[in-house]
């Protein structure tokens, strides 16, 4: 009880924010501007680098038959490329396959390094407060970045593959005149609605699973019996259980409904 | 009674965010009983398919988690709203 007397915050913290923020670690400069890299952007870094080596080595191994790593991936690629994209891409799946394998393992990097706890390992070993590393998919900016690009990617490619009015005309279904304005707005307006709901999905998921398990921890903290940090400690590896579930679910859901919407721009059928 | 009168008239004075953090937390119950009504209701009809054609078991439990992940995008996105509602003081 002393120990958490002295340092307020070993592995816990009273506000459950704390955690999930993204605080700037240093700054770049690059001619003329000031570029200020937070733990969220390291993180982004970090998956970039994980997934180079990961992929590099998977792609790497020869033979027909993948054994170990490159089975893994490939196994997952190959579900990710006949289930969920092939039927609504159709013969459009192998321009597009790319960008969908890339949504999901990016989503699913950043998902599980979020479940590391890299700034509680570096105060453990050095003792410094820090704020290293970081729920980078908890940060609304980073999944709305990605939400953008699917978006213009889906609208772009409707748009060269029939023309520009051609597109436009295509996003309602036809209905008979009188309701046709209704009709039209409403897919307009779902249509500019999609990538909010698909960053807004992914960022509320992992903030809330993260609040929760500091919020969790930091009971400890107000409590402070061995009575409450037991139950406390047994719901937080049941809620950090589910949250690996969550990662993969959730990374799995973007990558789907990437494609959904890639599929329904493309398609002719209205 | 009295202070219950005043501190009820302290809450939902102007200048005080009271009303706000109250409008807010209830909101987001009232969410929260629809989404879970929603996926509830979506969670059963899977297990009613599967009792009914156990062999295409993986299929409906695929869709069941779609739906299910999509019902809670909602869930989400009105739940940051009303977690917004706290904070607007203006």
């Known amino acids: 009880m002393n120990l958490i007397s002295q340092h307020s915050s070993i592995l816990a913290e009273l506000n459950p924010l704390e955690p999930v923020i993204s605080v700037p670690l240093f700054t770049i400069s690059v001619g003329g501007w000031q570029i200020i890299v937070s733990n969220h952007m390291f993180m982004v870094a970090v998956a970039m680098v994980v997934l180079l080596v990961i992929m590099t080595f998977a792609a790497r191994s020869r033979g027909m038959v993948p054994k170990g790593l490159r089975n893994l991936i490939e196994s997952v690629c190959v579900y990710l490329r006949e289930e969920v994209a092939r039927p609504v891409l159709g013969e459009n799946t192998d ?14 990097t950043l998902n599980l390094l979020a479940m590391i706890p890299t700034e509680k390992m570096i105060f453990l070993i050095t003792g410094k407060k820090n704020h290293f590393g970081g729920p980078a998919t908890a940060n609304i900016w980073i999944t709305g970045a990605m939400a953008a690009i699917t978006f213009f990617l889906t609208h772009i490619s409707g748009i060269r593959k029939h023309g520009l009015l051609k597109y436009l005309a295509s996003l309602a279904p036809p209905v008979p005149w009188w309701i046709m304005p209704l009709i039209y707005f409403l897919e307009v307006f779902s249509a500019l609605v999609r990538p909010f709901t698909l960053a807004v999905r992914l960022f509320a998921n992992m903030l809330a699973g993260h609040i929760l398990i500091a919020t969790l921890l930091g009971l400890i903290l107000i409590f402070k019996n061995y009575g409450v940090a037991s139950a406390s400690l047994a719901f937080v590896v049941f809620i950090s259980i589910l ?6 679910l959730q990374a799995y859901i973007f990558a789907l409904l990437s494609s959904l919407y890639i599929g329904s721009s493309i398609t002719s059928e209205h | 009674m009295a202070g219950f009168e005043s501190s009820m008239l302290a809450v939902l004075s102007p200048g005080n965010s009271g009303l706000a953090i109250f409008g807010g937390i209830i909101g987001c119950g009232m969410i929260i009983i629809g989404a879970s009504i929603g996926i509830g209701f979506i969670g059963g009809k899977a297990v009613e398919a599967i009792a009914r054609q156990p062999e295409v078991a993986g299929r409906i439990l695929t869709t ?27």
């Open chain 2, 64 to 90: 069941m988690i779609i739906a299910g992940a999509l019902i809670e995008g909602v869930t989400f996105f009105a739940l940051v709203i009303g977690f917004l509602a706290v904070n607007w003081t203006h």
């Open chain 1, 95 to 108: 321009r597009y396959i790319g960008f969908i394998w890339t949504i999901f393992f990016f989503i699913l």
């Open chain 1, 243 to 248: 949250e690996l579930f969550v990662a993969f």
